[in-house]
């Protein structure tokens, strides 16, 4: 039913945009409508997916230096906490800085290649990862902790066998946002400067006034990032199989 | 023979609160000691400084004759108010878990759990997730878990307290079975006089916050105890105008 509902309002919004491009008064070459953007899709198809493999090389090695790098903080936070309270502002500060300014800046220090863009997904794939895991694993009741105590757990088995596994889905949702940003994020890196990528395909389409490709590039970054984010999903549906409504204790 | 448990002139204080002050306890091997009191006395806090979860600001607590903290949590086996089940594992897993900490492996440990959960009733819910037990099922997974690392002394922090009246009743009666057949000497506090005359040895009354000991009540009946009997309701009795005192 859920499936079924979501189908006809995305129904009703590709229809709505059809009518909407084919008014008299909406010139085609500021608004493509989507037969025209299938027929690009189609078309150009060689063109775009030679572009999306790349970007999604981009995305997926993003993340591929994003997760470990947000777990591994998330847990040192976690444990020592110094190195939270020093590391928890310069986090979000990393955040603060604006991404479409920082991909220039990167693309300067580095090179036109895809090292920039790895690090610009990277950099804003962390941060969700880092604070739902930490969040997550401070979400332990105290008394369960108390509990591994006297049951004379170390340290680092209260953290196998119950943090760590209670994180899990937290460490998820920061997973969800992660998959869904890192589009943005590579787009952004191409952007600022590449000589390939879906983001880079997408710039010079508009700069061509070839909108219909314009808006086929938009609808292959979004199917990857909600490709992306169903995967995520998938993985949670496996990793974690208990109730996730169901709170611990 | 050393007392399993004794406390001597115990004082715990957080921050401008007083929660325990002179408290003198000792027990028997192989004796259930019930702790009842108002609620806010400090019964929660005598069990963890016994469970060598805290440290006493006055006097001593020890266990087996011996004082330090670590001591006490190796002698001792503390079961929490709540259950605290780990939704990711089944109720055999969950019990194991109380020899993992101790180092023994995973499969190891379910294997040395299996034949608890035939002997305690619980044969057919091995592999069973807490979110699909009862409150009921879930507490006697709880109390395997506490049991099962073999400790001498057992500590008991209001176990039934969640629990709904009925389901209470036969879980008291079936932590005496349990008692009767794996004899541990047993703290319970709990706020519940009738639980208290129905499992301990004895029962000792607290006061209200700062929390020390005003009352002791033997508890000479045989067991299996009924709560309609005289010589019971008359126990029962005694520990509630000693709570009220």
């Known amino acids: ?249 | 023979m050393t007392e399993p448990l004794s406390l001597s002139n115990v004082t715990r204080r957080y921050r401008d609160v007083t929660a325990l002050a002179g408290v003198e306890l000792g027990m028997r091997a192989g004796e259930v000691l019930a702790v009842v009191g108002p609620s806010g006395c400090g019964k929660s806090t005598l069990l963890e400084l016994v469970a060598g979860l805290q440290e006493p600001d006055e006097g001593v607590v020890s266990v087996l004759g011996v004082n330090g903290a670590a001591e006490r949590r190796a002698s001792c086996a503390y079961m929490p108010q709540r259950d605290l089940l780990l939704p990711w594992r089944d109720a055999l897993g969950n019990a194991a878990l109380a020899l993992e900490c101790q180092g023994v492996g995973r499969a190891e440990a379910r294997r040395r759990a299996a034949p608890l959960f035939e002997r305690f009733g619980l044969a057919e819910f091995e592999h069973v997730r807490p979110a699909q037990l009862s409150g009921g099922m879930r507490q006697r997974v709880a109390f395997l878990r506490t049991l099962l690392p073999g400790r001498p002394v057992l500590l008991l922090d209001e176990p039934f307290g969640a629990l709904d009246s009925i389901t209470r009743t036969s879980m008291q009666e079936w932590l005496a079975e349990t008692l009767a057949q794996e004899p541990r000497t047993v703290l319970l506090v709990t706020h519940d006089v009738e639980e208290a005359v129905y499992l301990a040895d004895r029962v000792a009354v607290l006061s209200p916050r700062p929390g020390r000991v005003v009352a002791e009540v033997a508890v000479d009946l045989p067991r299996p105890r009924t709560a309609t009997d005289p010589a019971f309701v008359e126990l029962r009795r005694e520990t509630q105008e000693a709570l009220r005192a």
């Open chain 1, 1 to 249: 039913m859920r499936w079924v509902l979501a189908t006809a309002l995305l129904a009703l919004f590709v229809l709505a945009w059809q009518g909407v491009a084919s008014l008299e008064s909406v010139d085609d070459l500021l608004v493509a409508s989507p037969v025209e953007t299938a027929e690009a899709l189609y078309d150009d198809f060689d063109l775009l997916s030679d572009a999306a493999l790349v970007t999604l090389s981009e995305v997926l090695l993003g993340l591929a230096v994003a997760v470990p790098l947000g777990v591994l903080l998330a847990v040192g936070m976690h444990l020592v906490r110094p190195l939270r309270d020093a590391a928890y502002p310069l986090l979000v500060g990393s955040q603060a800085i604006p991404i479409v300014v920082l991909a220039p800046i990167f693309v300067l220090a580095f090179d036109y290649g895809m090292g920039p863009k790895i690090a610009i997904v990277a950099l804003i794939c962390f941060l969700p990862i880092t604070v739902n895991l930490l969040d997550g694993l401070r979400s332990v009741p105290p008394e369960l902790l108390k509990l591994m105590r006297s049951l004379g757990a170390s340290r680092l088995r209260s953290l196998r066998s119950v943090e760590l596994p209670a994180a899990l889905p937290y460490l998820f949702s920061g997973l969800k946002i992660a998959a869904t940003v890192s589009v943005i994020g590579a787009v952004f890196g191409e952007w600022a400067g590449a000589d390939e990528g879906l983001g880079r395909l997408v710039l010079l389409a508009n700069n061509q006034l070839e909108t219909p490709r314009v808006y086929a590039g938009t609808v292959l970054l979004t199917l990857m990032a909600v490709g992306l984010f169903l995967a995520v999903v998938a993985a949670e549906r496996l990793a974690v199989p208990w109730n996730r409504k169901e709170e611990l204790a």
